[in-house]
């Protein structure tokens, strides 16, 4: 049913462990996001990618580290995370970021991330 | 600052009632206009948009939203809410390469 798919979709990890999680778009989109959700709080746009480079990274720590080698995947690297980490990580795909209906969003099942 | 405010975080309604969800920004420029649902345990879909054109844009599930430019609002409605209506209802302000997503408002639909 959707076009972005993520995995894995539950991740539990200690604090000094080193993770990635995994998005795919099905859509031939150029686009692609990483948005954090936590409970309570809006979504939080993380890192944007537009035909494979970053076009916004939103403060982010540098404990996350995005990777975007084609225009159908991103990663999300994780290391040395905190508690107040764990979250829902969304992945989101557009045709691309140049505005109106090309910036539709299309978004995946996400990854229920647990820091201990 | 651009910014996306929905008015109501938590809404419960009997089956049959109506609804109206509000979502107003804050931007002088144009913008394109979306609501998204997040079904329990399920992933973002989107439910409607605007982008130009008639101001009253009509989604999937029976839900419609209108754009109010003189307001700034873009707000979510549906005759007669279902059960299977409750979920969480995001609004998101595009405002050229930059979307902004609203807290959010979880409606809960009593059978």
Known sequence: ETGVTQTPRHLVMGMTNKKSLKCEQHLGHNAMYWYKQSAKKPLELMFVYNFKEQTENNSVPSRFSPECPNSSHLFLHLHTLQPEDSALYLCASSQDVSGGVKNTQYFGPGTRLTVL | ?111
């Open chain 2, 1 to 111: 600052a651009q910014s996306v405010s929905q008015h109501n975080h938590h809404v419960i309604l009997s089956e049959a009632a109506s609804l109206e969800l509000g979502c107003n920004y804050s931007y002088g420029g144009t913008v394109n206009l979306f609501w998204y649902v997040q079904y329990p345990g399920q992933h973002l879909q989107l439910l409607l948009k605007y982008f130009s054109g008639d101001p009253l844009v009509k989604g999937i599930k029976g839900f419609e939203a209108e754009f109010i430019k003189s307001k700034f609002s873009f707000n979510l409605r549906k005759p007669s809410v279902q059960w299977s209506d409750t979920a969480e209802y995001f609004c998101a302000v595009n405002f050229g390469f930059k979307t902004i997503f609203g807290a959010g408002t979880r409606l809960f639909v009593k059978a």
